[in-house]
């Protein structure tokens, strides 16, 4: 009944701007005395929530993360006739149970000043609430509204997994069962620059030979080693002790992590990219990461290859001196025969599940 379940993925990306920084240029960190490029976690878990795969598996068990719930119990009462006035009122009434509220004379009075992570149970409860007040009913304000209206367990397998933080209600607070790493490429990777034209295609012949538009776009590319951490115990104890749901949610996480990626200039880059080596690990111990075995970046030509071997390498020096601290583990190579397909990882990731955290 291991607790713990972890992920050490390596992706080959192409020449690619999947997650910008402010200037629009790939993001990077210095690791090691030199530079790579960078995947944020926000970033990975938004391509994960979103993916096909995700919203696939768990339909109807997904939460949305928004300032706009308000806007739509809005429209809800509107397609029930209730008038302008009255329905904005209500509308920002049951909104103020998942944050603070923009003023009454701001061009979104129904809207919340934060993003809410908020479940399909408590968005179903917030319209219940909205028919409530449209019947006359009273209800109490702001953080009191917040004690019915929220749930401190329930079956979301996104807020489970990410977890959610009101500041308004605390206590309805989620505290995440999924830890996302940071990625970053195994070698070194300079941003480089893309400087390009557009032609206008209506432009006559006879007049200058200029484009119509000139731009430069950054890139980087080289193979990502991302990790990730599951507390299985504690994913289960934040769906409430629903075993198949958290189990459903794992094998999903694995699969959405091993196939999504974030969108950033894809049109520009085409980087649709799948993982390329997957380490699934079971087990009690406490949780590791692997990513000190790049702190000297790859310099091999076979990036992958040599990636991989670093890493194996990492965890069995972390093996002989601190002991095996996994109870049994997968691996996925596209590039060798005979291993674990992503189904087979999956299945395994989310087999044997502890009981939740007392």
Known sequence: MSRFVQLHILTAYPPSNPNRDDLGRPKTAMIGNAMRQRISSQAIKRAIRTSDVFATALKGAIG??????????????AAKDVDEARRVD?????????????????DNPTRIEQLAFISPEEKAFALELADRLVAGEDLPKEKELGKIALRRADGAADIAMFGRMLADNPDFNREAAVQVSHAFTTNRSASESDYYTAVDDL??????????????????????????????????????????????AIEALVRATALASPIGKRNSFANHVRAEFVLAERGDGQPRSLASAFTVPVEDEDLLTQSRHKLLQQRARFGAVYGQDWDADRVLDVHAEGTATLDEVA?????SLPAAVQ
């Open 64 to 77: 949305e993360r928004t300032q706009r719930l308000g806007e739509e119990i809005e429209a809800y009462l």
């Open 90 to 106: 209500i509308s920002r009434h049951v909104a103020s149970a998942f944050g603070k509220l923009k003023g009454d004379k701001d």
């Open 203 to 248: 432009k006559r012949p006879s007049e200058d030979a200029g484009a119509g538009f000139i731009g430069e776009a950054g890139f980087g590319a080289g193979v990502f080693y991302l990790y990730v951490c599951v507390d299985r115990a504690l994913l289960i104890e934040n769906l409430a002790g629903d075993r198949a749901l958290a189990a459903r």
């Open 347 to 351: 299945h395994f990731s989310a087999e």
